[in-house]
């Protein structure tokens, strides 16, 4: 019997959206405003869906205080008021866009979770614009 259990989380961060290899014309061009020099802020909501089995004898897909660890360790302290291209080691070469945040995230909570489980990470940047990643 697959099942799967959602767990939301929030954090903010700050960013900006280029390329080093571009001039700034062109930077602007395709980022429009979210390439300010000066960056810019998001309200990140977050929620983490982990699919598999219910163990017969807990009655449990997985502990969700375990989830909240997860969560709590890989990205609320990793990116929660963070600059993301100054702070965060993985978008040093790689543009802090929602789509690489969520693969980003992804690979993270993959790491230190049970690899019987699979993964859904679904992230808005804003009320309206999510993305979905599941590997
Ligand atoms: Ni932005």
């Known amino acids: 019997m697959r099942i799967t259990a959602y767990r939301k989380a929030h954090f903010n961060a700050a960013h900006r959206l280029y390329r080093k290899d571009w001039d700034e014309d062109r930077n602007k061009a395709v980022f429009g405003k979210c390439s300010n020099p000066n ?11 982990v699919t598999g089995e219910i163990d017969p004898e807990t009655g449990y897909l997985i502990d969700l205080k375990i989830l ?3 969560i709590k360790s890989e990205v609320e302290d990793a990116l929660d008021h963070k600059n993301l291209n100054i ?6 070469d ?3 866009t929602v789509e690489n945040m969520a693969v ?3 690979n993270k909570i993959k790491k230190a979770l049970d690899s ?3 993964l859904e990470i679904t992230l808005y940047e804003t009320p309206r614009n999510f993305v979905v990643y599941k590997g």
């Open 39 to 49: 960056f810019h802020g998001h309200n990140y909501d977050l929620t983490v869906g």
């Open 68 to 70: 909240k660890d997860i």
């Open 87 to 92: 702070e965060v080691p993985e978008f040093k």
């Open 94 to 96: 790689l543009n802090p």
């Open 104 to 106: 980003v995230i992804y």
């Open 116 to 118: 019987k489980y699979d």
